[in-house]
């Protein structure tokens, strides 16, 4: 029995509707950064310093909030109950947001040197301790807690637009910069662990649709409203919605010719083919092995008859499945969306080829 939940298990999400997410991110149908079209100018200034954190609260933080939040009531009241405490443990330890729960205020542990990416920092951890407040302190799934994170940090970004162009353009460049590892390794990783299906959950494997998400519900009502909803949260992600974007994927892949199907060595290298190609289309980490590696890997996985290749309407390929010996799912691409059918038909083909 496996002793760690997995992410999906956690959020009591189905897998394959987020990896067409995915797909459709890396195909740059879903955008990750809502400024990219403003016309800001680049920073040039990459050595700004800031005031001291208080005084960064009160002169960016709590206006930029009160502005997103309008008429909800209690924020005012709530952005000034919230405290700071320096870091206490090694260089290593992460900025975080302590909740001790009903009647207490929440406490931002973190360090301060002033610098542009603290400032965004600090409004992620202000969007933790606000969130905390407005679900009065219930309990919230990770990722929509981190998804209210994200909207304070783009709340924020959105206000010193207005009030200070040449610092917007030093956040904004941390938040272009964070991009690269949220959208980039932790994405990469949460993939494999959907994929794998049996892989524990890590924190990290909590950004990536969290970001996607934020970017998404910024500036509509759900990005306050979530703030409020507790258990509930997730119900405020546009999973559905982000998840469609998939079917607009392109497929410039070559047709696959009508005689496959047979045991020639013609159509064995084409199926590896197809493979090395779907990969590439997908970004997929497994595009990136050493061609030998890959050739091995995949001619093992033919021979056993534990790969499956999609092929589509049209006669293109649109995704592959790989398993290990006990009929568990290690690979599946699909870097058009359609997860969900082809991790069906893998299935089919893993039964037949039991039987067989
Ligand atoms: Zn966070």
């Keep these: 029995m496996r002793a760690e939940p997995t992410w999906t298990e956690i959020h009591s999400l189905d897998a394959f509707p987020l990896l067409d997410i995915f797909a459709a991110y890396q195909a740059g149908l879903i955008v990750d950064d809502p400024f990219e079209d403003t016309g800001q100018p680049l920073s ?7 005031p001291t954190l208080h005084e960064c609260y009160t002169r960016y933080i709590c206006p930029s909030l009160m502005a997103a939040f309008g008429q909800m009531g209690s ?20 900025a975080h947001t ?26 992620h951890e202000t969007g933790h301790a606000l969130q905390s407040l407005l679900s009065d302190h219930g309990p919230m799934p990770p990722t929509a807690r981190e998804t209210c994170a994200f909207l ?3 709340m924020v970004l959105d206000h010193v637009r207005i009030i200070d162009p040449t610092l917007f353009a030093n956040l904004h460049d941390v938040w272009v910069e964070e991009n690269l590892i949220y959208l980039g390794s932790d994405l990469d990783s949460l993939s494999a662990a959907l994929q794998n299906q049996t892989t524990p959950s890590q924190y990290r494997h909590n950004y990536p649709l969290a970001r996607l998400a934020a970017v998404a519900m910024f500036q509509s009502a759900e990005a306050t409203a979530i703030f409020t909803s507790g258990v509930d949260g997730l119900g405020h992600l546009p999973l559905d ?40 289309q997908a970004w997929s980490g497994t595009a990136a092995q050493p061609i030998d590696q890959y050739y091995a ?34 690979r ?13 038909s893998a299935k089919r083909h893993m039964t037949a080829e039991q039987a067989a």
């Design 44 to 50: 040039n200034d990459t050595g700004q310093r800031l």
């Design 75 to 94: 924020v005012v009241n709530d952005l000034q109950q919230i405290r700071f405490k320096p870091l206490e443990d090694g260089p290593d330890a992460k």
């Design 297 to 330: 890997d995949m001619l093992a996985h033919t021979s056993d008859r534990t790969a499956s290749l999609s092929i589509g309407p049209d006669r293109k390929p649109i995704g592959y499945t790989a398993w290990d010996r006990s009929g568990q799912l290690t």
């Design 152 to 154: 304070a940090e783009l």
């Design 241 to 280: 919605a982000l998840a469609d974007k998939a079917g607009k994927i392109d497929n410039t892949l070559p047709a696959m010719p009508t005689s496959l199907g047979g045991q020639s060595v013609h159509d064995a290298y084409r199926v590896l083919g197809a493979t090395v190609l779907l990969d590439v």
């Design 98 to 123: 302590i909740d001790a729960g009903d009647g207490t205020a929440p406490t931002i542990a973190m360090n301060w040197q002033g610098r542009p990416a603290d400032l965004l920092c600090l409004a």
């Design 332 to 344: 599946l691409v699909a870097p058009f969306g359609n997860h969900a059918r082809i991790a069906t």
